[in-house]
């Protein structure tokens, strides 16, 4: 199925980290679900994370039940001592828009890696369009997402968040352009996480050795359903996945926590975020290009910035002003292309 991309062990193992040390705790009936479970990574971490989780508080859906059939086998070995018809796992395979409404009940916890899938697909249309009549059905409004060039992925999470209950702890992968993006669906993105979602937590990791069949960066998003924060916690890491030590994570939700070797933290207002255009403090990759021009390049002589120069009067050109870059490109102005 186009949008299907495998969950990597180590990025599956941090999710459930993260989520074991922000307080997200499961008592006997709780539950915990994977609305597009795929073979299983997600939830075969929690059964390491979680040591004493039962079988039947594990709920899985996936549209492909070939894939299903590796979940199913995966996490009868992961409870090989315990599983019985009467304490085994749930597994559906539905598509999400007609996921039963019974999938959610008595689930305090949802995680999920979401299909990516970009809105010029042509199977995008058609997709999204099963997913907003389900919301409409739900809510009787229109969808939050229903704007834009919205990807898949923006639509999945808001059906799975309006389907879930009040109080949910929802941990999801997003790509990373939802985030920074300045173009409607991702501000959109953005406006719904903030509310909705209520968002508490972002975690953002390197790209290496992850996603191969993916051309772009993601993070973590961390949220309860309907509780929306006064300060969202931003955290990021320089290593790579495989080279952090995921005990330091408890400390990372220390109030005093600021950085040591693995992380570094950092909270912003709910309203510095619900105003901004495009969060671009979170852009690691811009920020470090920023870096190497005050290091490297503003101390040049024969280097002036635009602003300070006789070519003050600059436009960004179509791609930027549709939110897609910072970029600038002096090749279309040919008196500064010719300096």
């Keep these: 199925y186009e949008g299907e991309v495998a969950t990597d062990v180590e990025l599956a193992n941090m999710i459930m980290w993260l989520l074991h040390n922000s ?17 299983g990574n997600l939830l075969s971490a929690a059964c390491e994370i979680f040591p004493n989780i039962r079988p039947s508080q594990l709920v899985a859906n996936d549209i492909n039940p070939y894939l299903l059939q590796l979940l199913s086998l995966r996490l009868g070995l992961k409870f090989a001592n315990t599983v019985s018809i009467s304490n085994s796992p749930t597994i559906y395979s539905q598509n999400i828009a007609n996921l039963e409404y019974d999938a959610f009940k008595n689930v305090k916890c949802i995680v999920m890696n979401p299909p990516f899938l970009a809105a010029t697909d042509l199977s995008c249309t058609p997709r999204k369009k099963e997913l907003f009549k389900r919301i409409s059905s739900i809510t009787g409004n229109k969808p939050k997402t229903q704007i834009g060039q919205m990807p898949l992925e923006g639509v999945f999470i808001e059906l799975i968040t309006t389907l ?33 979602f209520g968002l508490q937590t972002v975690f953002n990791y390197p790209s290496e050795g992850l996603f191969s069949n993916v051309n772009q960066n993601t993070a973590v998003i961390i949220g309860i359903k309907g509780h929306s924060s006064n300060k969202i916690r931003f955290i990021y890491s320089q290593n790579i996945l495989t080279e952090i030590d995921v005990k330091r994570i408890a400390n990372i939700f220390k109030q005093s926590y600021e950085s040591d070797a693995d992380f570094e933290i950092q909270y912003k207002d709910y309203t510095t975020l619900k105003s901004a255009d495009g969060w671009q403090f979170f852009n690691i990759a811009r920020n470090q290009a920023k870096q190497f021009v005050n290091l ?44």
């Design 23 to 39: 307080g997200m705790t499961l008592s006997e009936n709780e539950r915990i679900l994977d609305p597009a479970a795929g073979s």
């Design 164 to 196: 879930a209950c009040d109080g949910c702890t929802i941990a999801c992968i997003l790509p990373h352009t939802h985030l920074t993006g300045r173009g409607v669906a991702s501000k959109a993105i953005r406006q719904f996480l903030l509310d909705e």
């Design 296 to 339: 490297h390049l503003k101390s040049n002589h024969i280097i002036t910035e635009l602003r300070f120069s006789e070519f003050s009067q600059y436009q960004r050109g179509k791609v930027q002003n549709l939110g897609g870059t910072d970029l600038l490109f002096p090749k279309s102005k040919p008196i500064v292309w010719n300096k």
